[in-house]
C-alpha cells in the first residue's frame, strides 16, 4: 500500500476520531441509543449465516448420513423447522424468552411483534434496530429443534416432528432461553438474574437442550428397525461434508454474532470459534487413527462440529488457546461417547446428537466455568466499577459450580420438557411411524418422492 | 457352441475386453455384480461404528462361442485377468443347446 493510499484512508478515518473524541465526556447517551450500521450489516449477516447452519447445512449434514430412502424427509425435518419455528418465533416466541416477565419466561408484550421495530431494545443490544435482534435470535430458535431430529432419524412421522419441536419449544427452549438471555432471567448474570451462568451463544440454551432432548427422544422411541444387527452405513458422505463446512462458516454468525455488535469481542469469539473447530476435527481425526487404524473424513467433520458446539459456551469469555484446549477435549470425548460408550449401551442415537451436542455442551459448560475471562469479556462489572473475575483463569473456581447448576437446571427441563412434548405428541397424533413405512423409507411414505430418482 | 462365463476383478474389465477384441470376438455382455468366493470383505468405520462388507463388486463377462474358439476364448480371458492374487474370480462354461438371431432368424454358429 502506497503512503498517499495512507494518507487518504487516515484522513477517512478522522471524522470518526473526531466524533469518537467529542462524543466521550458528554453524559451517557443512553437515553437516545444511536444505530451504528456496522453492527447492524454484521447482525443481518450473522442472522442469514446462522439461518444457514440449518438450511442448508445442518439439512445436508444429517441427510448424507442417513439411509438413501430417508434423505428427503431427514432433509425436511430441518428445513420444516425454518418455516414453523419462524412463525412461532414472530407469534409469541420472541416474546416469550426476550420480554421483561418473571425469572422463568418472559410476558406477551412483544407478541405478533407489537413494539418491536426500528427502535433499539438498549437492554439487549443498543446499537442495532430491535428488529435485527429479534431475527437474529430466531435462527436460534430454529437450528435448536432441528438438532434433535438428528436422535430419531428414520423413524418418527412428520406430522409427529412437527408437533413435538413445537411443544418442546414452549416447554424447554423459551423458558431456558429466557433464564439464560432474557432480562431478569433466572441464571443471566447480566441482566439481573440469580445463579450467573456465562452462555455466550448457546452452549446451555441450544445445545445441552437439544442433545439431552435426543437423548430422551432416541430411548424413548426405541431403536430402528434391524439396528444393530444390519449395517446402515451413510448413504452419501459427501453430502454431510458439504453441510459440515456449512456449519464451520455458519458458526461465525453464530458464536460471534453474539457479541450483538461488530465489535472486538465478536473477533475475539470468531477466533475461539475457529480454533476450537480445527482442535475438535485433529482430536478426533488422531482418535480413529489410533482406534481404526484409519482418520475418516466423517470423523474429521464430526470432530470439527463437536470442537464448534463445545466452544459455543464459552466462544465470548475465552482466550484463544483455550479455545484450543476446549475443540481438543470436545473432540477426545465426544469420539469416546459416539463410538464407545453409545456402542456398549446400544441406544440408537442415529446422528449423534447427544454425543455431539449434548455431550459437548454439558463439557462446554464446565470448561466455561474453567476459562472464561475479564481479559476477554469485561462486560461484567463489580461494585467499584472494575471488570468482575469470571472463571478459575480470573480466580474464580466458584464459577465452575454455577456452570455445573445452570447445565442441570438446562438438563432437567431437558429431560421433563421432553417427556411431556412425546407423551402429548404420541397421544395425539403417534410419534413413530409404521414398521412397513420405515422399510419403504420416509420420503415415499411421508412425502410421497423420492430423493433419487435414477431412471427419469 | 459353449457360454462362457467369468466372473473378473472390476479394474481388470478393460484389459479383458482389449484382449477379447484382438482375439476377433466382439459380441459379449457385460453385467456389474456383487458377490464373494474365498476373498474376505473389508471392513469400514462409521464413527467408530464397524461395517463388515463381504459382498463385492464384481464384472461378470458372458460370451457365446462357437467349438473351435472355446480354449483361445478362455485362455484370452484368464491371462488378461489375472492378478496372481485372491479375489481374481473364476470361468464357468456351459454347452449351448442353439443360438436365434432375432434380426434374420439366423441359428447355430451362423447367429454368433
Known sequence: MSLRTLAVLAYLCLPACAFAQTDSPLPSPAAVPAISAGDNAWMLISAALVLMMTGPGLALFYCGL????????????SFAMMAVVTLVWAICGYSLVFAEGNAFLGDLRFAFLHGVGAAPNANYAPTIPHLTFMIYQMMFAIITPALITGAFAERVKFSSTLLFSLIWLFLVYFPIAHMVWGIGGYLNPFLGGKIPVFDFAGGTVVHITSGFSALVTAIWVGRRVGYPQEPMPPHNLVLSFIGACLLWVGWFGFNAGSALAASSLASSAFVATHLASAAGAVAWMIAERIRNGKPGALGAISGAVAGLATVTQGAGFVQPFSAVIIGFIAGFVCYTMVAVVKAKLKYD???????????????????????????????????????????????????????????????????????????????????????????????????????????? | MYKIEAIIQPHKLDDVRNALKALGIDGLTVTEVRGHGRQKGHTEFYRGQEYKVDLLPKRKIEMVVTNDRKDEVIETIVKAAQTGKIGDGKVFVYDVGDAIRIRNEDRGDAAL
Open chain 1, 66 to 77: 442417513v439411509r438413501r430412502r430417508n434423505v428427503l424427509g431427514t432433509m425436511m425435518q
Open chain 1, 349 to 456: 442415537d442415529t446422528l449423534d446428537a447427544f454425543g455431539v451436542h449434548g455431550v459437548g455442551g454439558f463439557i462446554g459448560c464446565l470448561l466455561t466455568g474453567v476459562f472464561a475471562t475479564r481479559a476477554v469479556n469485561d462486560t461484567l462489572k463489580l461494585a467499584n466499577g472494575q471488570a468482575a473475575p469470571l472463571g478459575a483463569v480470573d480466580g474464580n473456581p466458584g464459577q465452575i459450580l454455577n456452570q455445573l447448576i445452570g447445565a442441570i437446571i438446562g438438563i432437567v427441563f431437558a429431560v421433563v420438557g421432553t417427556l411431556i412434548a412425546l407423551k402429548v405428541t404420541s397421544l395425539a397424533l403417534g410419534f413413530r411411524m409404521s414398521a412397513r413405512d420405515e422399510d419403504q423409507g420416509m420420503d415415499l411414505s411421508l412425502h410421497g418422492e423420492e430423493g433419487y430418482n435414477f431412471d427419469s
